[in-house]
């Protein structure tokens, strides 16, 4: 008979290693299979880590985590051909308030917190895929895995599996993920010296910087760009909707060499050291895009439910939110006695209900909609705007009116007096 376990997770990223932690800590015997050779190995990310959201899982995780740097400063470009007008944030608002966002490193980040579960009890197995769900009726009661003999039985399945939740789609428990609704983004890791880094992004000891790039960096598609500062090494790498990059006809490694000989970020990577290359899917579809999130005896969390907010980049945190919200919701039905039915697990869409994970994601609900029909916001805009500045910035004898009537003109010959107006309100109902 197959070995059974009160719970099963499958996937050993933030999402998984985070549920897996709290059920162990609260008693369960948990199983973990993960498909990589260890957590972290399969896995890629810019990558920005909430400290926030990993606390509320592990206390004090700022003395302990494998964080590479504090974000003193965020900068948005955003960005033509060949220049970029942008904003900094640099500085925290209370000068004892403890830092919210650290660059990472993915594969030291899964081990660590993978290993916290392990130490909790949690069985992990590695290099082992879960290929469908075991079923009695509609009734989730286990996996099977690529093992011989690999069906294992367990109470309540998390699934946790990443972007593709092929296991889920297999299953039939979610339609499959859509182009439409998928963003490809690559990444390399450029090795620098220390020194070097802190130098020439004003930063010292553990502080970091952050960009976001936006504009004709992708040629229109929906996506954007983005460079992370490590302790030794700075992170590059862009993404746009997979549905894009197909009508397009562009590659994006052919967006990332692009990005990487842009004037306003060739010198910020000059003489580096490429060492990694990545690419892998981010779930962008947003609110409208999150399946039914349980089931009879299954919860799904992180990625394979959806649950990134593509508007401020984050999808780690919401990764270990839900996570946590699906293993506080199964240790409270096994207190209360109480079987995993769908009826039960309802608490969990209730807590994500609750949580600030889909109040977010509701309101930037119809974003991805804005952005895929109005392509000026991405091409049009950036291009004015850079071109006011350098229209306003130039010296060179013309008065400044005069200079303020030739911007206005330029804008409103590229999108006209209502198309402006009409810009204006379809932004503020993105944002709102
Ligand atoms: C380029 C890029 C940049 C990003 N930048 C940021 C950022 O700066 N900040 C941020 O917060 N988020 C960022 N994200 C998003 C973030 O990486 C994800 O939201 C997060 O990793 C989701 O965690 P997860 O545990 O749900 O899924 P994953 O991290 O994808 O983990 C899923 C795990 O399941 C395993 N698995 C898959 N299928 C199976 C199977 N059948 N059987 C067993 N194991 C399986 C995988 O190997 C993997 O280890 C970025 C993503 C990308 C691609």
């Known amino acids: 008979m197959a070995e059974k376990f009160d719970a099963i997770v499958v996937g050993a990223g933030p999402s998984g290693n985070t549920a897996a932690y709290l059920m162990a800590k609260a008693g369960m015997k948990v199983l973990q299979l993960e498909r990589g050779e260890y957590p972290g190995s399969k896995n890629v990310q810019g990558a920005i880590m909430y400290a926030d959201a990993l606390e509320a899982v592990i206390p004090n995780c700022r003395r302990q985590a494998p964080f590479e740097r504090a974000v003193l400063e965020q900068r948005m470009w955003l960005m033509d051909e060949r220049s970029h007008v942008g904003s900094h944030f640099r500085g925290t608002v209370d000068a004892d308030e403890q830092p919210t966002r650290y660059t990472v490193i993915r594969a030291?980040?899964?081990?660590?917190?993978?290993?916290?579960?392990?130490?909790?009890?949690?069985?992990?197995?590695c290099e082992t895929t879960v290929v469908d769900l075991l079923k009695r009726g509609e009734r989730v009661v286990g996996v099977r895995t690529d093992r011989a003999n690999g069906d294992i039985l367990a109470d309540v399945?998390?699934?946790?599996?990443?972007?593709?939740?092929?296991?889920?789609t297999r299953a039939g428990l979610r339609p499959p993920v859509k182009a439409q609704d998928v963003a490809l983004a690559v990444k390399e890791m450029h090795f620098l010296p220390k020194q070097t880094i802190e130098e020439r992004f004003n930063v010292s000891g553990n502080d970091g910087v952050v960009i976001e790039m936006f504009g004709k960096i992708t040629k229109g598609m929906v996506g954007t760009g983005f460079l992370?500062?490590?302790?030794?090494?700075?992170?590059?790498?862009?993404?746009?909707?997979?549905?894009?990059?197909?009508?397009?006809?562009?590659?994006?490694?052919?967006?990332?060499?692009?990005?990487?000989?842009?004037p306003s970020v060739r010198q910020l990577i000059a003489g580096s050291e490429v060492k990694e290359y990545s690419a892998h899917l981010i779930p962008e579809g947003g609110y409208n895009a999150i399946p039914t999130v349980h089931g009879d005896g299954w919860v799904?969390?992180?990625?394979?439910?959806?649950?990134?907010n593509s508007v401020h980049r984050e999808g780690s945190n919401l990764a270990m939110t839900t996570g946590k919200l699906a293993a506080e919701t199964i240790v409270q039905l096994r207190d209360e006695g109480r079987d995993y039915t769908a009826a039960n697990l309802k608490r969990y869409r209730s807590a994500l209900e609750q949580s600030f994970v889909m109040k977010d994601l509701k309101k930037y609900r119809d974003v991805p909609e804005i952005l895929h029909g109005n392509r000026q916001f991405l091409t049009t805009y950036p291009e004015l705007l850079t071109r006011a500045a350098h229209t306003m910035l130039k010296v060179d004898g013309v008065d400044k009116l005069t200079k303020e009537r030739e911007i206005k003109r330029d804008f409103v010959?590229?999108?006209?007096?209502?198309?402006?107006?009409?810009?204006a309100i379809k932004l503020m109902r993105a944002m709102r």
């Open 108 to 125: 030291n980040m899964d081990k660590w917190l993978s290993g916290k579960a392990q130490d909790a009890g949690v069985l992990l197995i």
């Open 157 to 168: 399945v998390v699934l946790a599996d990443g972007v593709n939740s092929l296991v889920a």
């Open 228 to 262: 992370y500062t490590n302790k030794e090494s700075v992170s590059i790498g862009i993404g746009c909707m997979v549905e894009d990059f197909k009508s397009a006809g562009v590659s994006p490694y052919q967006l990332l060499e692009e990005l990487k000989s842009h």
């Open 300 to 308: 799904i969390c992180g990625d394979s439910g959806g649950f990134v």
């Open 413 to 423: 010959a590229r999108r006209s007096r209502f198309g402006l107006f009409g810009d």
